[in-house]
C-alpha cells in the first residue's frame, strides 16, 4: 500500500535563497514522523508546500496522497484531502467561545440557520475527549490558558470530517510539561485511532518519545530519515546541526573587558492589558567589549525583556537599569539611544524596514537630527553619509534610491544595521539578527560583528540559534520562562548545545 | 550545502528607477479633461476668464488639501477640517462684521480657533488612542454645530471690505510679471546651485541634458501660466497664498526632519517607536497643523464669498481628500506629495467648473468626481499589482 503522503524532490525558490532543494518526505498511515532541523533549515516551508499556502505552481517536485499525484492551488484544496496544519501562532478567535471556535468555518447548519444545539452537544464531546477541565462549550477562548488554547486549536484541526493527516508545527513551544504530557498523550490515541501525524519541534526529547520516524533537514536539504529506534539523540543533533560551526564563525579575537557596562536587575515586565507577568525579576550584566548571547526558547520573554529595558512600549517593564554604573532611566528608546544604547529588532518586517523608504532614508531616519543644517536637512551630507555606512556593510543595493523592499532579508537587515551604527553607539542589541536569512548573509553579519567588537562596540545578542549562539558568544546568558537561568563563559569552548538546551528548557541536572 | 545557495539576487527592476508614471498620468488627465470640456463648450472652457476663476476656485480646497495631506502621510485622517473652516470663517465675521473689532485680530482668533479644534483631534488620537475617524468626525458634528448654535444659523455678511484683498483681487500684471520673473530665477538658482555642491562633494548627478530640460520645463509653466493669467486680470491674489503654502509645506515635507518623521511613521510606526521618534508628539503637531490650514481656508472662503455661516463648506473635507488620493497619496500612509494633491485640487475643481460651464444638473458632478476618485485609485493600485 502506498505511504498516505510523500513528497518527491520538492524544490521551493524565494529571492537570493533555495529555501527547499531536492526534498524527499514520506509519511506512512499511522505514524509519528518527525521533522527536526535548526531554525531557517526549512521546515515551516515544507509545511506550507504540503498543506497548500504555496500553490503547486510556486514550487517543483511532486505531492502525492495514496500514491495519486496532487496538485493543491489553495489551503482548502488540501484540507479537502484531509490535510490539517496547526501553526505555531494560534489563530483562535479570543472573543469568541469554545464552540464558536472549533466550528468557525464548518458551521453546522439548517438552511442558513446555525445550529445551535447540536454544536453545543458535539463540543461536549470534545471537551471530554481532550480531557479539558474546567472548560465549558461557553467559555470564551481569551479566558483560557495557553495550553488549552493549543488543545482547542488541535480540536478544532481533527473535528473537521476527514481529517487524516495533522500537522502541528512546534506545538509544545509556550506549554507546561502537564499540558506537555496531556497533548502526547492525545497525540497517541489520534495515531490510534488512524490519524497520521507530522510533528515539528525543537524538543528533541518530545521528538524521541513521541515519534516513530524523523526525517532532518539542514539548509533546505533532506539530511536523512531515519526511525527512531535505530538513532540517540546525539546522533540525531549532530544530524542537524552537521556543518562545521568553525567555517561559519570568525575568531573570537577580541579582548572583553570586566567593566560592567549595562547591569539590569530586578526587571519585571507585564503585558498591558492582560497584566500577565511575561518577565519574573530577570538581572544580567553585560561587559564591555564582549558579544554576550541570549538564549532561550521561543517565549521564554527574551524580547519582551530586552525591548522593555530599551524602552520599546509594547510592554510595562520596571527595575533597575544601571548604565557604567550610574542609575538610568529609560522611558522611551530615545533615552536609551541618547546613552548610547541601540536595538535591532527581531522583527524585520514589522518593527524594523520602512517599507515606503529607500534605502538611503531607512539608513539615517535614527539618527536624522545629526543631519540638520538650519532648519533643514543637509541631504548632501546624509546622502554621503549613509553611501559609506551602506558600503562599510557590504550591504548589496544597486542605489541609495532603491526602495528597501526591493532588497533581499539579508541586505534589509545589514541596513537596520547601519541605521543603528549611524550615531554614537556603545552597546548594540541584535534581537535575532539573522532570523530568515541565507547561510552566506549569515556570515556577513557575523563578520560584521567581530568588526564591531574590535572597533569598541559591545553587543547583546538575543538569538534562538545555539550554534550560533556558542559560535559568536563570549559569554551567554539563558533565559527560560521570564527568568535568568545564569550567565555562562563560553571562551574556554566549555559550552555545549545540550547544556544551553537543558538550561533553556529549565532542567536542573543534579550531579551529573 | 553552501555552494548551492543561489548568489544574492540584485534587484535588477529596481536598478533603474522607473519614472514616475503616477505624475505624467495626472498631467495627462489633467489635458484630457480640459480637452473634453473645451470641446463640448466650444471653447469657452478654456478661456483666460474661465482658467482664472477655477484656479481661484480650487484654491480652498488646496488649503485644506495641503494640510489634510501630512495626517493622512501619517497613515491617520481628518475630517473635521471643512467644520474647522467655516467656524474660522465664523468668528471672523462674527467679531469683525458682528462686534466690530479689528480685523488683523479676529484672523488671529480664528486661526487660534483652527489649531485647537487640531490639538483636539490629536490629543484624542495621539495621546487617548481613539480612532481618528471617530475622533475626527465627532469634531466635524461638533464644531459646526458650535457654530450654528453661535450664529442661530443666521448667515453673517458682508465681510470686512479689506478680506477683498484675498476673496477677489488680483495682482497687477507688471507685479505679476515681476514675481514670475523673480520665481522663475529662484528655482533656477536652487537647481543648479544644488547641482554645483553635489558635484564639488562628487556626489552623483543628472546629466546635464535632463538639468536643462528641467530648467526650460519650470521657465515654461511659469511663463505659460502668467501669460494666460495676464490676458484676463493678473494673478488672482488667493493663487499667490496657496503657492507660498504649498512652497513652504513643500520644504517641510521634503527637508525637515519634521517632515521626514511624518512619511516615516506612515510607513512603519512600530519601527520609527524603536528608533527614538515621538509618534504621539508628531501627531498632535500634525493635527494642529490640519487645524490651522483649515482655518486659513475658511478665511478665504468667507473672503470670497464675503459671507460666513454654518452651512457652508458642507463636505469639502471629501474633496480634500480625494484631491490628495487622485494625487497619488496612499491612505495607507507613507506615499504622496503635495505637488499632486495640488494637481488633484484642480482635477476636482476642473471636472466641477467644466460641468456648470455646461450647465449639467449638480448630481452629476458627484457621480463623476465619485467615479474619477474610484479610477484614479484603482489605476494607482493595478500598476502597483504588477
Known sequence: MAAILEARGIIKLFPGVRALDDIRFTLERQQIHALCGENGAGKSTLIKVLCGVYPHTEYE???????????????????????????????????????????VGHEIQRNGILDKNAMTKETFKWIDWFNLDGVTPSSLV??????????IEIARAVRQPGVRILILDEPTASLTENETELLLGILQKLRKEGTSIIYVSHKLDEVMRLCDRITVLRDGATVGSVSTNAITQDQLVH???????????????????????????????????????????????????????????????????????????QYKGSGKVLWKGKPLRINTPVEALNAGIAYCTEDRKEAGIIPTMDVGENTTIEFITGFVKGLAIDKNAEVMRASEQVKELSVKTPSLATKIVNLSGGNQQKVL?????????????????????????????????????????TILMISSELPEVLGM?????????????????NRNAALTQELLMEKAAGIERGGA | MAGKIAKPHTADSAAKPKPDLHRYMMIIALAVIWIVFTALTNGTYFTPRNLTNLF?????????????????????????????????GGVVGIMTTGGGLPLWLAIICAL????????????????????????????????????????????????????????????????????????????????????????????????????????????????????????????????????????????????????????????????CQLAGINIRRTTLAVYAISGLLAAVAGIFL??????????????????????????GTSMAGGIGTIGGAMIGAVVIQSIQTGMNVLNTPSFWQNIVKGLVLLVAVWFDISRKKK
Request: proline letters at 3%; glycine letters at 10%.
Open chain 2, 112 to 271: 487660534a480657533c483652527g489649531v485647537l479644534v487640531g490639538l483636539w483631534n490629536g490629543f484624542w488620537i495621539a495621546y487617548q488612542n481613539v480612532p481618528a475617524f471617530i475622533a475626527t468626525m465627532a469634531s466635524m458634528l461638533v464644531v459646526r454645530a458650535m457654530l450654528l448654535g453661535i450664529t442661530s444659523g443666521v448667515t453673517i455678511s458682508p465681510m470686512p471690505d479689506a478680506l477683498k484683498v484675498i476673496g477677489f483681487d488680483f495682482l497687477p500684471a507688471p507685479i505679476g510679471y515681476a514675481l514670475a520673473v523673480i520665481a522663475a530665477a529662484t528655482a533656477l538658482f536652487f537647481q543648479w546651485n544644488d547641482r554645483k555642491k553635489k558635484q564639488a562633494l562628487g556626489l552623483p548627478v543628472k546629466p546635464v541634458g535632463q538639468e536643462i530640460a528641467r530648467s526650460v520645463i519650470t521657465v515654461a509653466i511659469i511663463a505659460a501660466f502668467m501669460a494666460v493669467m495676464a490676458q484676463y486680470r493678473g494673478i488672482p491674489n488667493a493663487l499667490i497664498i496657496i503657492i507660498v503654502l504649498s512652497v513652504v509645506f513643500l520644504y517641510i515635507q521634503n527637508s525637515t526632519v519634521f517632515g521626514r518623521r511624518i512619511y516615516a511613521i506612515g510607513g512603519n510606526s512600530k519601527a
Open chain 1, 417 to 457: 544595521l547601519a541605521r543603528n551604527l549611524l550615531g554614537d553607539i556603545e552597546l548594540l542589541i541584535l534581537d535575532e539578527p539573522t532570523r530568515g536569512i541565507d547561510v552566506g548573509a549569515k556570515q556577513e553579519i557575523y563578520s560584521i560583528m567581530r568588526r564591531l567588537v574590535k572597533k569598541g562596540i
Open chain 2, 56 to 88: 481661484r476656485q480650487a484654491v480652498f480646497t488646496a488649503i485644506l488639501a495641503t494640510g489634510i495631506i501630512s495626517v493622512i502621510l501619517l497613515g491617520y485622517i481628518d475630517l473635521s477640517v471643512a467644520s474647522t473652516a467655516v467656524l474660522a
Open chain 1, 142 to 151: 481569551g479566558d483560557l490558558g495557553v495550553g488549552k488554547q493549543q488543545l
Open chain 2, 302 to 327: 468667507s473672503a470670497r464669498l464675503n459671507s460666513a455661516s454654518s452651512t457652508l463648506a458642507d463636505g469639502a473635507e471629501m474633496d480634500a481628500i480625494a484631491a490628495c488620493v487622485i494625487g
Open chain 1, 239 to 313: 544530524m542537524m546541526v552537521g556543518r562545521e560551526i568553525e567555517d561559519m564563525y570568525p575568531p573570537k579575537d577580541t579582548a572583553p573587558t570586566a567593566e560592567v557596562l549595562l547591569e539590569i536587575r530586578d526587571y519585571n515586565v507585564f503585558e498591558y492589558v492582560t497584566g500577565k507577568q511575561l518577565v519574573k525579576n530577570a538581572g544580567l550584566a553585560v561587559r564591555r567589549g564582549e558579544i554576550m548571547g541570549m538564549y532561550g526558547l521561543v517565549g521564554a520573554g527574551r524580547t519582551e525583556f530586552i525591548s522593555t529595558v530599551y524602552g520599546s512600549d
Open chain 1, 61 to 103: 517536485g511532486d505531492l502525492l496522497i495514496d500514491g495519486e499525484t496532487v496538485q493543491f492551488k489553495t489551503i482548502a484544496d488540501a484540507e479537502k484531502k484531509g490535510i490539517a496544519v496547526i501553526h505555531q501562532e494560534l489563530s483562535l478567535f479570543n472573543q469568541l467561545s469554545v464552540t464558536e471556535n472549533l466550528f
Open chain 1, 473 to 489: 558568544s563570549d559569554r551567554v546568558c539563558v533565559m527560560h520562562r521570564g527568568q535568568i537561568m545564569g550567565e555562562l563563559d
